[in-house]
C-alpha cells in the first residue's frame, strides 16, 4: 500500500503547485474601441497555456508580452517574436530585458499602450495571480477557430508621415527577420514577418488611403532599374504571369483577412500574389515571408533582363557565393499609370556562403588528399541525358557528407544538372589507409547544329561538400580531423573536376559488347606472359608488365564500324580481398566495382596509375599499337596471397554508319578526327612469399625477399554500354 500512498502524494503536489495568472488588453481603450467586452478585458488562463478563450483583436489566440521597468517609471515590448507564450517564458522575456511583467493594473491603466509589436490588440501577461481567487479560470480552446478579421483595423500606410516623420519608422513594419545557412545542402533560407498592409496614402496631398501597396522581396532593389511591379526577377516574390491582361488598378487587390490567401482567386490577393515564396498568416495583421534556396537556385537567380543578381566569385583558396536580401514596400503615385512609385526599404541584408576550395589534407599514407576523379560516363536510364561517375578520395579520418549533401557549385554554360546521387554514401572500406567515396551525376545537353550533332559537356564541374569527421570504435574523432575542421573555420570544401567529354549525337555507340584479355609479362617486349611456372617477381626490384587486349565489336543492327585508332592506360590500382569473399568483378558502365568495391581489404586501394599515384610504385604507361595498352607498375608487398589489378583505359576510335564517315569525340579529345571512351577492366594475380636463396636475389636488392607471381588473365565482357 505504500508506493500507492507515494503516487497520490506526489499527485496532489503537482496539483497543487499548478496556478494560474491574468492576461488582458495590450490596450484597453482599443478594446473598447472595438465593442470588447468588458468583463473581456482581463481573462484568467492557466500558466501553462499559450492561448487565450477568447479571441484578441490582432493577434487571434496568442498571447504576448508586454514589460514594465523595475521602478514602474514605463514599459516596452523588447521582443516582438514573443507571441504565443506561456506564464513563464513571458516571465523569463521580461528578465532578460531586464524588466519586469506589469502588474493587472499598470497594465489596465494604458502604461504600456503603443509600445510597438502592434500588441495593443493582443492579450498580455501579467503578474497577479487568480487561480486563487474567486475568478473562474477560462480553459483554453482546444483547437483556434478562424479568426475574424477586421478591415478597419488593417494598417495604412501613410507616405508623408512615414517618410518625414522622425517618430515613425519603417521597423514598425517588419516583425522579424532571418537568413539561415544550412551548411548540410548548402542552403539559404530567407524569412521576413511583415506587417499586412492594406491601401496606403499620400498624406500631403490627399489623406484618403486609396493608393495600393504590397511588399516587393528579391535580390535586387525595386529602385536598382526601369523596373515595374509587373517585372519580377527569377526569384522574386511574384510572378509574370499573374500580370498577364491585368489592368494596372488590380494590381494591389488583397483579402481583409491573411489566411484567405492560401484558398482564393490570383485576380483576389495581387498584393501579396502567388510565388514560391511561402505566405503564413500570422495573425490578421502579421504575415510571414519565407523561401528555401539552394545554391545552384541562387546561382540562377535573375532580374527581368536575365542579368545575374547572386555573384559567385572565385580566388585560389575560396569560392565565394554573395548577394543581398531585399524586402520593400512599394506604391504607386496613381492607380492609372505605373510610370511612378514610392519606395521604402525595408531590410537590405547582404548574406555570403564561403567555400575553401584548396583543402590540404595528408592521410597515414603521405598522400596529398582530397582527389577526385572521373571513373565513367555513359547514358541515364531514360536513354536522353548523360552520367558522370566520380570517386573522391580523402583522408581516413574524414569522409564528406554525400548522402542529400552534394551541391552543384558551378558547371559548364551549355549543361545542365539534373540529378545528385551517392553511390557510397560513406567510406568504400572501413579502417582503410583513404576514404573513397562515389558519387553519380545525371547531365542534361543539347546537341548542337553542327554536322554531326554533338553534346559537349566539357569544362570544370565545382562540388560543395560537408566535411565530417570519421569516429572510432569509441566514438572519437583523431586528433587530425580535429584540426583540419578546426582550418576550415566553419566553411565547407569545394572541389573541382575538369570534365572532356563530346558526344556525336547521330550514332548510338552505348549499346555494344566488348570482349578484352588482360595479361601479365615478365619482360619489357611482353614475350614471356606470366603463368604458375613463371619465376618469381622480387618485391622492390622486378616491374610487373600488364596488356589489355581488345577485341573490336561491330552492330549488326544499324551497320556501325568501329575502328579503333589507338587504346591508352588511364587508371591502374591494385587491391586484396578476403579470400572467402566472392572474386571481385568490374563494372565497365560505371566504372566502380573491382578495387572501387565496399569488400576489398582496408589497406587499399593502391593507386598505381592515375589521379592520385603513388610514386614508389613506379607506375607507367607504355606505348600502345592498335586495340592493346600496355603498362608496367614494381612489384610490392601486399598482405594476401592474391592481388587484384584494376586498369581503366581510354579508347580512341572512328566509326562509319551507314557508308559514311562519323568522327566519334568522346572522353578526351584527341583530334577533330578522332574520339575516345573509358573501359575498365581487372585481373587477379597469385602471391606468395618465398625463400629466397641467396645466388638467386641480386646483390643490390639487399637480400630482398621474393614473390612468385601466378597470374590468371581475366575475360570481361561488357554490356551496359561502353562509355559509362
Not at 163 to 168: F, K
Not at 584 to 604: H, P
Amino acid at each position: 500500500m505504500l508506493p500507492f500512498l507515494l503516487l497520490t502524494a506526489v499527485l496532489f503536489a503537482e496539483r497543487a503547485s499548478a496556478t494560474s495568472h491574468w492576461i488582458a488588453a495590450g490596450s484597453q481603450q482599443q478594446f473598447i474601441e472595438l465593442d470588447w467586452n468588458e468583463e473581456d478585458y482581463q481573462l484568467c488562463t492557466d500558466d501553462s497555456s499559450s492561448q487565450s478563450a477568447i479571441i484578441s483583436p490582432t493577434w487571434h489566440y496568442d498571447i504576448a508580452v508586454r514589460c514594465c521597468e523595475v521602478d514602474g517609471s514605463g514599459a516596452d515590448s523588447p521582443d516582438c517574436n514573443a507571441h504565443p507564450v506561456t506564464y513563464a517564458e513571458a516571465v523569463q522575456v521580461c528578465e532578460d530585458a531586464n524588466m519586469r511583467l506589469c502588474t493587472l493594473q499598470e497594465m489596465l491603466s494604458a502604461i504600456a499602450t503603443g509600445t510597438g509589436c502592434s500588441y495593443d490588440g493582443a492579450y498580455i501577461w501579467v503578474s497577479d495571480e487568480c487561480g486563487t481567487s474567486s475568478a473562474t479560470t477560462t480553459a483554453a480552446p482546444s483547437s483556434a477557430p478562424t479568426p475574424q478579421c477586421d478591415a478597419a483595423d488593417m494598417h495604412g500606410v501613410n507616405w508623408h508621415t512615414l517618410l518625414n516623420d522622425e517618430t515613425v519608422t519603417t521597423d514598425d513594419l517588419v516583425y522579424g527577420s532571418s537568413i539561415e545557412f544550412d551548411a548540410a545542402s548548402l542552403s539559404l533560407t530567407f524569412s521576413a514577418s511583415l506587417e499586412y498592409v492594406g491601401l496606403s496614402a499620400d498624406g500631403n496631398f490627399d489623406d484618403e488611403f486609396n493608393l495600393g501597396s504590397s511588399y516587393w522581396i528579391d535580390f535586387q532593389s525595386f529602385s536598382s532599374g526601369d523596373v515595374g511591379i509587373d517585372e519580377p526577377g527569377s526569384c522574386g516574390n511574384r510572378e509574370v504571369a499573374s500580370y498577364d491582361g491585368l489592368e494596372f488598378a488590380n494590381s494591389w487587390t488583397y483579402p481583409t483577412n491573411p489566411d484567405d490567401l492560401a484558398s482564393i482567386e490570383t485576380a483576389e490577393r495581387m498584393a501579396y500574389p502567388p510565388s514560391d515564396w511561402a505566405i503564413t498568416a500570422e495573425s490578421c495583421n502579421v504575415v510571414e515571408y519565407e523561401r528555401t534556396f539552394s545554391w545552384t537556385e541562387l546561382t540562377s537567380c535573375s532580374d527581368a533582363g536575365d542579368s545575374a543578381l547572386v555573384q559567385m566569385t572565385q580566388s585560389n583558396e575560396t569560392v565565394t557565393l554573395s548577394g543581398t536580401f531585399y524586402v520593400e514596400l512599394i506604391s504607386p503615385y496613381s492607380m492609372s499609370t505605373d510610370n511612378y512609385y514610392r519606395t521604402a526599404v525595408l531590410l537590405q541584408q547582404d548574406f555570403g556562403i564561403v567555400l575553401i576550395r584548396q583543402v590540404n589534407v595528408l592521410a597515414s599514407t603521405g598522400v596529398s588528399l582530397f582527389i577526385p576523379s572521373v571513373i565513367g560516363y555513359g547514358r541515364a536510364a531514360d536513354g536522353g541525358n548523360y552520367t558522370m561517375t566520380v570517386l573522391i578520395q580523402s583522408a581516413e579520418y574524414v569522409q564528406l557528407g554525400m548522402d542529400d549533401g552534394v551541391a552543384p557549385i558551378s558547371w559548364p554554360e551549355d549543361v545542365d544538372i539534373l540529378d545528385i546521387a551517392a553511390v557510397t554514401p560513406t567510406c568504400l572500406v572501413a579502417s582503410s589507409f583513404t576514404c573513397g567515396q562515389i558519387f553519380k551525376m545525371t547531365l542534361a545537353a543539347e546537341c548542337s547544329a553542327d554536322v554531326p550533332p554533338i553534346a559537349d559537356l566539357s569544362g570544370i564541374y565545382q562540388f560543395g561538400f560537408t566535411p565530417q569527421c570519421l569516429a572510432d570504435d569509441d566514438g572519437n574523432a583523431e586528433p587530425a580531423c580535429d584540426t583540419f575542421m578546426d582550418s576550415l573555420d566553419g566553411n565547407d570544401v569545394v572541389l573541382e573536376i575538369d570534365a572532356n567529354y563530346v558526344d556525336d549525337c547521330s550514332v548510338d555507340l552505348y549499346e555494344v559488347t566488348f570482349t578484352g584479355d588482360l595479361e601479365f609479362y615478365s619482360d619489357a617486349d611482353f614475350t614471356e606472359p606470366v603463368n604458375s611456372d613463371s619465376e618469381p617477381f622480387v618485391i622492390g626490384q622486378d616491374p610487373i608488365y600488364g596488356k589489355v587486349t581488345l577485341e573490336i565489336p561491330n552492330d549488326p543492327e544499324d551497320d556501325t564500324d568501329y575502328e579503333f585508332v589507338e587504346v591508352s592506360v588511364e587508371t591502374v590500382m591494385v587491391c586484396t580481398v578476403d579470400p572467402d569473399e566472392e572474386d571481385l568483378t568490374v563494372n565497365a558502365d560505371a566504372g566502380t566495382g573491382g578495387c572501387l568495391s565496399s569488400s576489398i581489404d582496408a589497406d587499399g586501394p593502391y593507386n598505381v596509375i592515375g589521379t592520385g599515384a603513388t610514386a614508389k610504385y613506379e607506375g607507367a604507361v607504355l606505348s600502345a599499337s592498335g586495340n592493346e595498352a600496355t603498362f608496367s607498375f614494381l612489384a610490392f608487398d601486399t598482405p594476401r596471397e592474391t592481388i587484384y589489378v584494376h586498369v581503366q583505359l581510354l579508347l580512341t576510335m572512328d566509326s562509319t554508319v551507314s557508308g559514311e564517315r562519323r568522327r566519334r569525340r568522346v572522353m578526351l579529345q584527341t583530334s577533330t578526327s578522332q574520339g575516345n571512351a573509358f573501359q575498365s577492366y581487372i585481373g587477379s594475380a597469385t602471391v606468395e612469399a618465398v625463400e629466397a636463396e641467396t645466388t638467386e636475389v641480386p646483390l643490390e636488392t639487399d637480400g630482398a625477399a621474393a614473390i612468385c607471381v601466378d597470374f590468371v588473365p581475366a575475360l570481361f565482357v561488357f554490356i551496359a554500354g561502353i562509355f559509362v
